[in-house]
């Protein structure tokens, strides 16, 4: 399926996600077909575009012209080339729905499902070969309409084309998709995430911040160094112009010391990406350094408006 034909996309579930998928669908002109058993389903739709509306340009009454509340799954998914599975996280539940989705999409459709950590193998597991192959994660940031990643992780029977046409699409909606190359529970963001609260927790648990010092802390170093430059980049940045191998050799010991099983060989792989990714020595530095400051300095403003 190629993602120009991607046109009409059903969102299956309209709770914090789905809804927020929806607002994104209809500002880009596909048309939207929208599913959930709950009985208030139509209003939660209606009540809930202005909010979103708003946050990308647009009007009420110009996105909900696009969108259909259906009276079932069935005729929701009936013609779409895409279905966005927004339900509950819950490995059974998502089997279950998923083999509903397919029997009732056609046989062209993507079926792509928000899931924060269960794997498309696993979610995809009481489907036959055809549907498997069309079935794969496409799991967005909080709030979808707004944050820019889509983790895109297919399952052990998707096909490669569909996982193309799922970048594409995502790309197209002005999102950031990043492939994943190996399927992991939580995937990416959210294990990343997942470190830093259970730090976070911690921190606040034994009395050395309050919730909200934590927060003002977060928000003023990581937070806002993160939106520019990655961990990756701003170690090597950190290292001046000798960069990640400077930072390793002088702070870089506590890596291997632990239990954690990096070994100086890992250690070296890592270094030597960071090197061909970014570049090394002082022309690499100078350049990457004018960049990280430039877009620091736009973040610093935006955040303090
Ligand atoms: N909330 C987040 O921050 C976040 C972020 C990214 C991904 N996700 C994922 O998105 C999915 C939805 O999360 P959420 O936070 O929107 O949950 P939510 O509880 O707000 O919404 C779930 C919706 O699914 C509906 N539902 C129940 N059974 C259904 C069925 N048979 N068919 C269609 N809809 C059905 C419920 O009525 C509800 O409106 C989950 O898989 C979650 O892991 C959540």
């Given at each position: 399926?190629?993602?120009?034909?991607?046109?009409?996309?059903?969102?299956?579930?309209?709770?914090?996600?789905?809804?927020?998928?929806?607002?994104?669908?209809?500002?880009?002109?596909?048309?939207?077909t929208?599913?959930?058993?709950?009985?208030?389903v139509?209003?939660?739709?209606?009540?809930?575009?202005?909010?979103?509306?708003?946050?990308?340009?647009?009007?009420?009454?110009?996105?909900?012209?696009?969108?259909?509340?259906?009276?079932?799954?069935?005729?929701?998914?009936?013609?779409?080339?895409?279905v966005q599975?927004n339900?509950?996280?819950?490995?059974?539940?998502?089997?279950?729905?998923?083999?509903?989705?397919?029997?009732?999409?056609?046989?062209?459709?993507?079926?792509t499902?928000s899931?924060?950590?269960?794997?498309?193998t696993l979610?995809?597991?009481?489907?036959?070969?055809a549907?498997?192959?069309r079935?794969?994660?496409?799991?967005?940031?909080?709030?979808p309409?707004?944050?820019?990643l889509?983790?895109?992780?297919?399952?052990?029977?998707?096909?490669?084309?569909?996982?193309?046409?799922?970048i594409?699409?995502?790309?197209?909606?002005g999102?950031?998709?990043?492939?994943?190359?190996?399927?992991?529970?939580?995937?990416?963001?959210n294990r990343?995430?997942?470190?830093?609260?259970?730090?976070a927790?911690?921190?606040?648990?034994?009395?050395?911040?309050?919730?909200?010092?934590?927060?003002?802390?977060?928000?003023?170093?990581?937070?806002?160094?993160?939106?520019?430059?990655?961990?990756f980049?701003s170690?090597?940045?950190?290292?001046?112009?000798?960069?990640?191998?400077?930072m390793?050799?002088?702070?870089?010991?506590?890596?291997?010391d632990?239990?954690?099983?990096v070994?100086?060989?890992?250690?070296?792989?890592?270094?030597?990406?960071?090197?061909s990714?970014y570049?090394?020595?002082?022309?690499?530095?100078?350049?990457l350094a004018?960049?990280?400051?430039?877009r620091?300095?736009?973040?610093?403003q935006a955040?303090?408006n």
């Amino acid at each position: 399926m190629n993602s120009d034909s991607i046109r009409r996309v059903a969102v299956v579930g309209a709770g914090t996600i789905g809804l927020s998928w929806m607002a994104l669908f209809a500002k880009a002109g596909l048309s939207v077909t929208v599913s959930d058993p709950r009985p208030d389903v139509a209003e939660v739709v209606r009540d809930s575009m202005p909010e979103l509306a708003k946050t990308l340009g647009s009007t009420a009454e110009e996105l909900l012209a696009r969108v259909t509340v259906s009276n079932s799954l069935e005729e929701a998914v009936a013609e779409a080339d895409l279905v966005q599975e927004n339900g509950p996280e819950r490995l059974e539940f998502k089997q279950q729905l998923f083999v509903e989705i397919a029997s009732a999409a056609p046989a062209h459709a993507l079926l792509t499902s928000s899931s924060s950590g269960i794997v498309a193998t696993l979610i995809a597991e009481k489907l036959d070969d055809a549907a498997a192959a069309r079935m794969l994660i496409a799991h967005p940031f909080n709030p979808p309409q707004l944050m820019p990643l889509v983790e895109i992780v297919p399952g052990e029977r998707t096909v490669e084309s569909s996982t193309l046409s799922a970048i594409e699409f995502y790309r197209e909606l002005g999102k950031i998709p990043v492939r994943e190359h190996k399927e992991i529970q939580g995937f990416v963001a959210n294990r990343l995430q997942a470190v830093v609260l259970k730090e976070a927790f911690s921190l606040v648990l034994q009395g050395v911040v309050s919730v909200e010092e934590l927060d003002t802390a977060m928000k003023a170093s990581l937070g806002a160094r993160w939106a520019t430059i990655g961990p990756f980049e701003s170690y090597h940045l950190g290292g001046g112009p000798g960069g990640i191998r400077h930072m390793f050799a002088h702070l870089g010991g506590n890596l291997t010391d632990d239990d954690s099983g990096v070994t100086e060989a890992d250690v070296e792989r890592l270094i030597t990406d960071v090197e061909s990714t970014y570049g090394a020595g002082p022309e690499a530095y100078r350049r990457l350094a004018e960049a990280r400051d430039r877009r620091q300095l736009a973040v610093n403003q935006a955040v303090n408006n």
